[in-house]
T-cell receptor, first 111, second 116 residues
Framework: AQTVTQSQPEMSVQEAETVTLSCTYDTSESDYYLFWYKQPPSRQMILVIRQEAYKQQNATENRFSVNFQKAAKSFSLKISDSQLGDAAMYFCAYNNNDMRFGAGTRLTVKP | GAVVSQHPSRVICKSGTSVKIECRSLDFQATTMFWYRQFPKKSLMLMATSNEGSKATYEQGVEKDKFLINHASLTLSTLTVTSAHPEDSSFYIC????????????FGQGTRLTVV
């Protein structure tokens, strides 16, 4: 079974600074998809960024980028120029036929 | 992005009764829908995967007779919590995907179920 591990229950960043959230996963598959989702206090899940495993190039979406290391099965999320609105729970997810989530990291942004 | 509507957003029911939660894809056909349960300050735990027109696939430890899932059309899946008990109180979230492995999942707003 695939597992997703987020080893940082909580992270804190100063506004305008950069923070990196860690994620590792375990799979025997070679073709899969990885996601980062954000869950604000409203609890609505919001897609942040998506990475296809067969693509070597790291995905980027504005201030959000990933460091995808397939051999190491690592998929970290970097948030640049952090904003107060970035404060939320962040979940790393693995998708082959169904989507599995890590335990989540609660990000606090300090003004 | 696509829209998934989940209803109701909140429900309180008496112990022993059943409650139905609906998950609708409003602007796309969802071949697969997923149901998750989220405990306070915890992650989303996959309960079951449903494909339109076929029986749902339940995760180990999830009682299929308690959590009835129906995916009768490409735009609607329902989760019925039967004979609810206080320990079933939780936040339930559905998600839907278009055809194609690995495509983005679109999430409903979630349903907070309280069993009293």
């Amino acid at each position: 079974a695939q597992t997703v591990t987020q080893s940082q229950p909580e992270m804190s960043v100063q506004e305008a600074e950069t923070v990196t959230l860690s994620c590792t996963y375990d799979t025997s598959e070679s073709d899969y998809y990885l996601f980062w989702y954000k869950q604000p206090p409203s609890r609505q899940m919001i897609l942040v960024i998506r990475q296809e495993a067969y693509k070597q190039q790291n995905a980027t979406e504005n201030r959000f980028s990933v460091n995808f290391q397939k051999a190491a099965k690592s998929f970290s999320l970097k948030i640049s120029d952090s904003q107060l609105g970035d404060a939320a729970m962040y979940f790393c997810a693995y998708n082959n036929n169904d989507m599995r989530f890590g335990a989540g990291t609660r990000l606090t942004v300090k003004p | 992005g696509a829209v998934v509507s989940q209803h109701p957003s909140r429900v309180i029911c008496k112990s022993g009764t059943s409650v139905k939660i609906e998950c609708r894809s409003l602007d796309f056909q969802a071949t697969t829908m997923f149901w998750y349960r989220q405990f306070p300050k915890k992650s989303l735990m996959l309960m079951a995967t449903s494909n339109e027109g076929s029986k749902a696939t339940y995760e180990q430890g999830v009682e299929k007779d308690k959590f009835l899932i129906n995916h009768a059309s490409l735009t609607l899946s329902t989760l019925t919590v039967t004979s609810a008990h206080p320990e079933d109180s939780s936040f339930y979230i559905c998600s839907a995907s278009r055809a194609g492995r690995g495509t983005e999942a679109f999430f409903g707003q979630g349903t907070r179920l309280t069993v009293v």
